[in-house]
């Protein structure tokens, strides 16, 4: 693994506007940067990187299976009571995933190490799928790098395929806070794709669902809404006004109920006590058991629940040595042992590692000069050289 400094395409910033990739830029800083890319071996993917996915993510469905049979799981996890029957039901019936991605840290240097599962409303998808695509191939054109690269990448053709099955020819509601431009960028792109597996569908804006007497959702033409993505998280879903109808609605959603358990950062000492010592795990703790103590003084300290790195603190020889700041906390922490993520030209890479319809399809980089990823973190392209 590799990180290459390479010429830019004179031309990205048009080629973005015609793709509709309008948040390329955010408040005035760089977020899609091709002034570099990260180079990785074939190897490097499927050993390093697809093969561990593939196991975690079976690991997972194992941990989602144990913690619904167990109320001292949903405990620890801080999920509210009145909706554990409720995501009990999705998961036994089998409500169908889309989409979700494992953040690793790999250096190339030993197996990659597990870092959070962003399992409910992982963005950066368009991005991933599609611009990093059109990147390669014009790269490669440009002689920007060599010509038999290649990308791990498959993420636009499994996402139209896991659309035609999980949907099943319903109508299909996509909701979001659209005034968030990134928000809004990722929903076009998975309306996009819904229409190329052959379903119809309407955008609405989270605030615009309604409800009925009876407690069915429906949109502002007061169509009943049968199958809804919403990249909306879970915790905030079931706090809402509208929660308590949730139980009761016919509404399927994607993602499903019971990714809330999996969207939790208390799936990383779950998985830890499951799979002690596994390569691809960093051991971790509810900050309050008294086996965090194994970790030392030094660890990172994560909300159960949290976005885009808020509320994570480094901790060194018990001085926090970096920390984001944030909304998050009032429901717990989890610690967990400090990985390296690797100094490349004095960046930190983190890699995502994406799942479409429970199988790894793709990858996507994030750097940033600090080791702890957040909002303003660079997307970077790879390839496979």
Request: hydrophobic share 40%; proline share 5%.
């Amino acid at each position: 693994m590799r990180r290459i400094t390479c010429p830019e395409r004179s031309d990205w910033q048009a080629t973005a506007a015609a793709m509709g990739f309008t948040f390329h830029t955010l408040a005035g800083e760089r977020y899609w940067d091709e002034s570099a890319y990260y180079a990785l071996s074939l190897d490097e993917i499927e050993r390093s990187i697809e093969g561990p996915t593939a196991e975690i993510e079976a690991m997972c469905r194992e941990l989602v299976g144990r913690v619904i049979a167990d109320d001292r799981y949903l405990r620890l996890l801080k999920i509210p009571e009145q909706f554990w029957t409720y995501i009990a039901a999705s998961w036994k019936r089998g409500d169908p995933s889309l989409y979700g991605r494992m953040d690793f840290a790999f250096t190339g240097k030993g197996p990659a190490k597990l870092l959070e599962y962003n399992a409910d409303t992982p963005t950066s998808l368009f991005e991933a799928a599609v611009f990093q695509w059109t990147w390669l191939e014009q790269a490669i054109e440009r002689q920007i790098i060599p010509s038999r690269s290649d990308q791990y990448n498959s993420l636009h053709e499994n996402l139209i395929g896991a659309w035609a099955k999980v949907a099943k020819g319903r109508h299909l509601h996509l909701a979001a806070v659209m005034a968030s431009e990134e928000d809004a960028g990722t929903v076009c792109y998975l309306e996009d794709v819904a229409r190329q597996a052959g379903l119809t569908t309407t955008m609405i804006d989270i605030e615009q669902i309604g409800s009925r007497g009876d407690g069915s959702f429906v949109d502002m033409d007061d169509r009943n809404i049968d199958l809804a993505f919403k990249l909306y998280p879970w915790e905030w879903m079931m706090r809402e006004a509208f929660g308590g109808n949730l139980k009761g609605a016919s509404t399927r959603w994607i993602e499903p109920p019971w990714k809330a358990i999996l969207s939790n950062k208390g799936i990383l000492p779950l998985l830890w006590s499951m799979f002690p010592r596994h390569p691809n795990l960093l051991a971790a703790y509810f900050d309050d058991d008294p086996a965090a103590s194994e970790l030392g003084s030094t660890y990172v300290r994560k909300p159960l629940y949290s976005r885009e790195g808020a509320n994570v603190a480094i901790v060194t020889s018990g001085e926090v040595l970096e920390e984001q700041p944030g909304p998050y906390g009032t429901d717990g922490y989890i610690r967990q042992q400090l990985a390296s993520l690797g100094n490349f030209s004095e960046q930190y890479p983190v890699l995502g590692s994406w799942i479409v319809d429970g199988n790894p399809s793709g990858l996507s980089i994030r750097e940033d000069q600090t080791p702890i990823t957040g909002n303003s973190s660079r997307f970077l392209p790879h390839a496979i050289i």
